[in-house]
């Protein structure tokens, strides 16, 4: 069984400070992580992918995040916020249980980027 | 060009009424899935298929039915709408055990 939680439905941050997107996971497999960015109105575009290989992942438009195995955590930052990074992230774990891929999601962190 | 598209992108129908959405990928993946994505942005899986055949069918109702004419293709069959199927649909593609890359989503508004 798996199951992921992101903590924080809402996070409101100002343009050009830190993000903080904090999601935990567990899961009976060696688990694959990845976090998804869903703009408004469009598909999820994916941001970044953890797969057992360095356990800081690094994504696209200076996102990244790093997996803790003691603390079963796959946090998503970005040093400094963009009005564009406003959207909905979602985390995902993923694991390998009766030859398939069980793809399970978070609730959904909404991002709030004020100028 | 589009890696995953869905047809059509809004769909309007009164309930009661059947509908299909359409699903095709040119990623050359083995495995898509259908989500269902509700007012407050959860995402639900529905459907899996691999090679053409079904792995993961989760709850839903049985007025929801896949079809997998190829490995490219996934469309969803939506019989008997009711007001609560009312949602945006995400068709999706993978490499087996790989990440997903997603379609611009179908919007079913049922009145």
């Known amino acids: 069984a798996q199951s992921v939680t992101q903590l924080d439905s809402h996070v409101s941050v100002s343009e050009g400070t830190p993000v903080l997107l904090r999601c935990n996971y567990s899961?009976?497999?060696?688990?694959?992580l990845f976090w998804y960015v869903q703009h408004p109105n469009k598909g999820l575009q994916l941001l970044l992918k953890y797969t057992s290989a360095a356990t800081l992942v690094k994504g696209i438009n200076g996102f990244e995040a790093e997996f803790k195995k003691s603390e079963t955590s796959f946090h998503l930052t970005k040093p400094s916020a963009h009005m564009s990074d406003a959207a909905e992230y979602f985390c995902?774990?993923?694991?390998?249980?009766?030859?398939?891929?069980?793809?399970?999601f978070g609730r959904g962190t909404s991002l709030i980027v004020h100028p | 060009d589009t890696a995953v598209s869905q047809t059509p992108k809004y769909l309007v129908t009164q309930m009661g009424n059947d509908k299909s959405i359409k699903c095709e990928q040119n990623l050359g993946h083995d495995t898509m899935y259908w989500y269902k994505q509700d007012s407050k942005k959860f995402l639900k899986i529905m459907f899996s298929y691999n090679n053409k055949e079904l792995i993961i069918n989760e709850t839903v109702p049985n007025r929801f039915s896949p079809k997998s004419p190829d490995k490219a293709h996934l469309n969803l069959h939506i019989n008997s709408l009711e007001l609560g199927d009312s949602a945006v649909y995400f068709c999706?593609?993978?490499?087996?055990?790989?990440?997903?890359?997603f379609g611009p989503g179908t919007r079913l508004t049922v009145l």
């Open positions: 995902v774990v993923s694991g390998v249980g009766g030859g398939s891929y069980i793809p399970t």
């Open positions: 899961s009976s497999y060696s688990p694959s």
């Open positions: 999706a593609s993978s490499r087996q055990y790989g990440e997903q890359f």
